[in-house]
């Protein structure tokens, strides 16, 4: 789920020059919230042209245990055979 982000220009992003994108885990977070159990992560990507970083962006990432599915009603998928 996205939590949240920042953008950085540090640069001209120029048309036509080749951009390459860096992506990494800048850090990671283990929390206990009013859901449950969840893991904060912050990534981090750049994008350079001519080997200097011309946009720098963060994203906070937050990811849960997948949700239980609900419990069938009694007697769902059954049949009669007894007809």
Do not use: F
């Not at 992506?23 to 001519?50: A, F, N, W």
């Not at 962006?57 to 059954?78: H, K, M, S, T």
């Amino acid at each position: 789920m996205w939590a949240g982000g920042t953008v950085r220009r540090i640069g001209p992003l120029l048309v036509g020059s080749t951009a390459t994108r860096r992506s990494y885990v800048l850090c990671t977070h283990d929390k206990v919230g009013r859901s449950g159990p969840m893991t904060l992560v912050t990534v981090r990507h750049e994008i350079s042209q001519d080997g200097r970083v011309v946009i720098q962006e963060n994203q906070d990432i937050v990811y849960r245990q997948a949700a239980l599915a609900p419990a069938p009603p009694a007697g769902a998928g059954q049949t009669d055979h007894a007809r």
